[in-house]
């Protein structure tokens, strides 16, 4: 049956596909985790999204430590904005592995990029740095908590009406500028030049020595750039 479903589902039989894989995956067999991935494919195949996320939350509860199932619905819950979803799985992983600095790194990069809760991504940073205090992925994380919540702080700026108070956001955006830099500049250093967060790094620092308008550094990274 598990077969029939593959090849029903390649010739886009889909109600044929979805039969099988229905029948499969219930059976509790050695096939059945294998059976949900395709029924949620055949689901978002034919745009039956109640289906497809309902298929995602019973392989989550019956196999916590697939990941495939873990990363598939947290991406489903970005993609809707629906971040505060898609972190009850991530916490519920954490939980189970608590050593997983992959996970961490996505919740922190949920909570400040999605829901501006730049503090608390900070502090569930540490965790990750504390298992690996040299984990590029949690040290670039790091940087940007810093550096989007300047850009929040400035944004939310302009709509002051005090010349003064404007100003004085205006510098506390900078200091969070510098403090992302604190994380980026030695990243520059020690990231490997075929690392893919290399160019993405180089183009936020870019941005942060732009608005701290320390034209010397600017030119510096943004020559790098050029010879990417």
Not at 16 to 29: D, L, M, R, T, W
Not at 145 to 154: S, T
């Amino acid at each position: 049956k598990y077969y029939a479903a593959i090849a029903a589902s390649r010739s886009e039989q889909h109600e044929v596909a979805i039969k099988y894989a229905s029948e499969v995956a219930k059976a509790n067999c050695n096939e059945s985790a294998n059976a949900y991935q395709l029924l949620a494919a055949e689901y978002m195949a034919t745009a039956d999204t109640a289906n497809y996320l309902n298929t995602l939350q019973q392989a989550c509860e019956l196999y916590p430590t697939n990941p495939y199932f873990v990363g598939t619905i947290v991406n489903y819950y970005v993609a809707n904005a629906q971040p505060d979803k898609a972190i009850e799985y991530i916490d519920a992983e954490i939980n189970r592995n608590p050593a997983n600095i992959e996970y961490i790194n996505v919740k922190a990069s949920l909570l400040a990029m999605q829901l501006n809760r730049f503090e608390e991504a900070r502090q569930v940073l540490q965790q990750a740095l504390a298992i690996d205090p040299k984990n590029i992925n949690s040290l670039y994380e790091m940087g940007r908590a810093w550096a989007f919540e300047g850009d929040y702080i400035q944004e939310k700026a302009q709509d002051l009406t005090s010349n003064e108070a404007y100003k004085k956001e205006v510098a506390r955006a900078k200091d969070m500028y510098r403090e992302a830099l604190k994380y980026y500049e030695p990243l520059r250093t020690e990231m490997a030049a075929d690392n893919q967060l290399r160019y993405d790094l180089l183009q936020n620092m870019k941005v942060l020595y732009l608005r701290l308008e320390d034209t010397a550094k600017y030119q510096e990274v943004n020559a790098e750039l050029q010879t990417m």
